[in-house]
């Protein structure tokens, strides 16, 4: 990088474009930027006042969660595909009914914090297997949900 222009701004524009769990956001952060053009890339260089700033911006967003039953479960991953068969063993429960913002955790039974998640069926694992949650999007995409104590615990 020896030779590259140096740009620095104590009132850089810093977007904020997507939550520490992958959300999209629309935010920004002013803050002290270095900007180095190297080989026809900007490399943006934030400090650490800054670097905080964008971090609560980006982390005021909760986990993507579902209460069932008062228990709330947070996605554990997505899958997508036909392999998935569900048969008696899955217990229906209901479909998502509701949706709270996403800086909130879900207060409902059957209520999420990501509203493209409301409509979609839920199901209980079989009891041989475990006692996660599967919603169930369309035949092509399904969300996988487990409960992880602590994180939204009262205590």
Known sequence: MIGSEIYFSSGGRIPVTHSIWDDPLD???????????????????????????????SSAVERHSLMVDGVVYS????AGGGNLVIDDSYIFLGEVLSCVPIDEYPAENLQTNRDFVVGM??????PDDNNDIIAFHSTDAYYFYEYLPGETDDN
């Open 75 to 78: 996605l554990a991953g997505i």
């Open 27 to 57: 935010e920004e952060v002013i803050g002290d930027i270095v900007i180095v053009v190297f080989e026809g890339s900007r490399l943006w260089y934030i400090s650490e006042e800054a670097h905080s700033k964008v971090m609560e911006v």
């Open 121 to 126: 069926k839920v199901y209980r694992l079989p």
